[in-house]
């Protein structure tokens, strides 16, 4: 009985989360997008990160793209085939990317994707300045919000689903070993380049596609806001407040503290940047682990003491 | 086919510094060879290059005829040649059992669920470990973290098995368990190549020397005769003792 209560409970969140926008106001869809978004951005940069512990800072760099490629190609292409189109592109440049970086361990992998989404960003605005003539495109899609969020909410479906898989896959087995110690992955077997290429893209598509599908919301967009870092921080801070290694670990994080910078923007909007830097150091400081890493170590070391309160037992 | 290790004039440099120099020796299968040698004379260099760990300068390793040498560990490891390492290494974030299925999923037999849940039990209980399987792999003692490292390595079903200081570290009483765990694992018919100071071990498990020094082999014999040698005593002892 509990083995079926999971996929129930998940069943069950997912068809309420669908009913959502037939009741709630344009400001409920609106946070729902914004949250959604998040969670899946979360999520997918575990799905990645978590375990091999590359802690990547080019989420908005994939997420970025994917609004792109829906800004240059809205008009000229019907919507499905853009989105297609934006994870292509996606994947392409995940696979280049993970070719020539995914040798680089530690420090030289955080510096290299954070300057990746530096590039992209000042590329592409080179190209408009200088070819197109206008930084800035406008989105004109026939997309309502309600069809954003439900978008967002079968790739959020997705992602759980392929990080779930992952987690009892062969596949998890071998990202944990590699976040472990590359030495003795290799020594048990493992294909590591193959192995951490091959997430590393199914991650990246996902972000592109975030980005693709959240693109028509903005009408306007130029390199400054589709390729803001303080995505990338914010999906990294997010996945890590709730435990990357985690599988609910990235939701966890991603809805507390998508609420929480909302309501700072709007209550703080002049001091938002200083209390997200402020909150940044405190997750951090507090809970290098996680929320639920945290809660367990907690909750056992509590146990252990009422173990020891008992009288002894011969061993 | 008489021998199942062959290394030909294998030779590792690090820039000017020639760790291991143009050494040649072979293993024939069911032996335990022992490989020897004062600190630095690039007895451990010889075993990353057997597994991959390291690629050679130049020189040949085969393993069963087929050339070894070249490829990745990975691919090695599914040739048949598993390891441990002079310090040992866990996987700290997994629990027991799950550092045994992990090579159980990758190795030759890729097994997975079930059947790899078993078997990695199995495996444990052969290095006496099998009641630790749900721990973490972080809370072990010093010498159960090496019987699980050796539980791993024998989860690869090696043909070859390659121990680097596997009883190092260890007091008396662990070092006999563990000198009886290697015998056990001889008995089923595994070769075991294996880097190893403590000379009672060695006389216990190797039939077998090869003794390095600085780089160069200076013996290979039968165990007792190899450790008698003048050019081998004056390398561990000095002139005086030869």
């Known amino acids: ?315 | 086919m008489s021998e199942l290790l062959k290394i030909e004039e294998l030779t590792k440099r690090f820039g000017g510094l020639t760790a291991v120099n143009s050494v040649s020796f072979s293993v024939a299968p069911g032996e335990v060879v022992g490989l020897l040698g004062p600190n630095g004379s690039g007895k451990t260099t010889v075993l990353n290059m057997i597994s991959g760990h390291l690629p050679a300068t130049s020189g040949r390793i085969a393993l069963g005829g087929q050339t070894i040498s070249g490829l990745a560990p990975n691919q090695i490891v599914l040739k048949g040649v598993s390891r441990t390492f002079q310090l040992v290494r866990g996987l700290p974030s997994l629990t027991v059992g799950e550092n045994v299925v992990a090579a159980l999923a990758f190795g030759r037999r890729k097994l997975w669920g079930k059947a790899a849940q078993a078997e990695a039990l199995q495996r444990l209980d052969e290095v006496g470990l099998a009641h630790r399987a749900d721990q973490s792999a972080q809370e072990l003692t010093y010498i159960d973290q090496k019987r699980m490292e050796l539980a791993r390595a024998l989860a690869l079903e090696p043909e070859l098995l390659l121990l680097d200081e596997w009883l190092a570290g260890l007091n008396p009483t662990e070092m006999a368990t563990g000198i009886e765990l290697i015998r056990s694992i001889q008995r089923r018919g595994a070769t075991i190549l294996m880097v190893e100071h403590m000379m009672d071990a060695i006389r216990a498990l190797c039939s077998r020397c090869v003794v390095m020094n600085a780089g160069r082999k200076i013996a290979d014999g039968p165990t007792a005769a190899t450790l008698a040698d003048r050019e081998v005593v004056t390398a561990y002892l000095g002139e005086a003792y030869a």
């Open chain 1, 1 to 315: 009985m509990t083995r079926f209560l999971p996929p129930i409970l998940f069943l069950a969140a997912v068809i309420g989360l669908t009913c959502i926008p037939l009741f709630a106001d344009s400001y409920g869809v609106t946070l729902g997008i914004g949250m959604l978004g998040y969670v899946t951005l979360a999520s997918a940069w575990a799905l990645f990160s978590g375990p091999t512990r590359y802690v990547s800072l080019a989420t908005v760099a994939f997420f970025g793209i994917g609004a792109y490629t829906v800004a240059v190609l809205s008009e000229s292409m019907p919507y499905p085939l853009v989105l297609v189109t934006a994870g292509a592109v996606g994947l392409g440049v995940a696979i280049v990317v993970g070719l020539s970086t995914l040798r680089l361990a530690g420090v030289y992998f955080v510096i290299f994707t954070f300057g990746l989404a530096e590039l992209i960003r000042q590329l592409v605005t080179w190209y408009e300045v200088n070819m197109t003539g206008t930084l800035g495109r406008y989105i004109f899609l026939p997309v309502t919000p309600e069809g954003i969020y439900w978008q967002l909410l079968a790739l959020a479906t997705a992602t759980f689903i392929i990080s779930w898989w992952v987690g009892r896959s062969r596949v998890g087995m071998a990202l944990k070993v590699i976040g472990d110690d590359e030495v003795v992955a290799a020594h048990c077997g493992i294909n590591i380049a193959r192995m951490k290429l091959a997430l590393f893209a199914v991650s990246s598509v996902i972000i592109t596609l975030v980005g693709a599908i959240q693109a028509p919301r903005w009408t306007y967009v130029e390199p400054t806001i589709a390729f803001n870092p303080t995505i990338s921080f914010l999906t990294l801070i997010m996945a890590l407040l709730g435990g990357a290694h985690r599988l609910t670990g990235p939701l966890l994080g991603a809805v507390p503290l998508f609420l929480l910078f909302e309501w700072l923007s709007a209550h703080f909007p002049n001091h938002y940047s200083i209390i997200l830097g402020l909150v940044f150091i405190a997750i951090v400081f507090v809970l290098p682990r996680g929320v639920l890493a945290f809660v367990e170590e907690n909750w056992k070391r509590w146990r252990r003491r009422e173990i020891k309160k008992l009288p002894a037992v011969a061993e």
